[in-house]
T-cell receptor, first 113, second 113 residues
């Protein structure tokens, strides 16, 4: 019940294409869902986040779609660029009072020039 | 403003030794969390501190411990190192906890030989 399942494990997209990464969770008490981007040799960087009372959030080329009834959320990267090549992690925050993220297993994205 | 600073960046230790890792959070952030990142297990929560109090602990053996100082700086200690402790140890800070979004440092790469 504590897992966050992320897919695909790896993704190759042409420059200008749309990258889509999916995550699913079981614990309906999760109340905050961030996405992180990690480059080699660096720590994860917060990209965008959503709360379960919102179905979609957009920041620049990055959009989170959230489906509460299906317990799924996804990251869409529009107009993907070679600089977006990185590993992406979804996460879910346990309910307030536990202060802990459960991370997905990561998606390695490669955007071809 | 300065990000989350972790020192040292790299460490090589021998089995059986102990190690102390340091983390300086973003100024004004009072919550500090630690995560272990490995290729096999991904990002796993170690513990979280707020105002010098540990509020949550992950499923790691007692050899893993931490503390937070009055200036919010944090340290984690691993005693009796095992080969399996080789990992990237990440520190993250937040204003108050998970729902504010954690900012990660670049990590300390620990290699146990």
């Amino acid at each position: 019940q504590q897992q966050v399942k992320q897919s695909p494990q790896s993704l190759i997209v042409q420059k200008g294409g749309i990258s889509i990464i999916n995550c699913a969770y079981e614990n309906t008490a999760f109340d905050y869902f961030p996405w992180y981007q990690q480059f080699p040799g660096k720590g994860p960087a917060l990209l965008i986040a959503i709360r379960p009372d919102v179905s979609e959030k957009k920041e620049g080329r990055f959009t989170i779609s959230f489906n509460k009834s299906a317990k799924q959320f996804s990251l869409h990267i529009m107009d993907s660029q070679p600089g977006d090549s990185a590993t992406y992690f979804c996460a879910a925050s346990e309910p307030s009072g536990t202060y802990k993220y459960i991370f997905g297993t990561g998606t390695r994205l490669k955007v071809l020039a | 403003k300065a990000g989350v600073t972790q020192t040292p960046r790299y460490l090589i230790k021998t089995r059986g030794q102990q190690v102390t890792l340091s983390c300086s959070p973003i100024s004004g952030h009072r919550s500090v969390s630690w995560y272990q990142q490995t290729p096999g297990q991904g990002l796993q929560f170690l513990f979280e501190y707020f105002s010098e109090t540990q509020r949550n602990k992950g499923n790691f053996p007692g050899r893993f411990s931490g503390r937070q100082f009055s200036n919010s700086r944090s340290e984690m200690n691993v005693s009796t190192l095992e080969l399996g402790d080789s990992a990237l140890y990440l520190c993250a800070s937040s204003r108050g906890g998970g729902n504010y979004g954690y900012t990660f440092g670049s990590g300390t790469r620990l290699t146990v030989v």
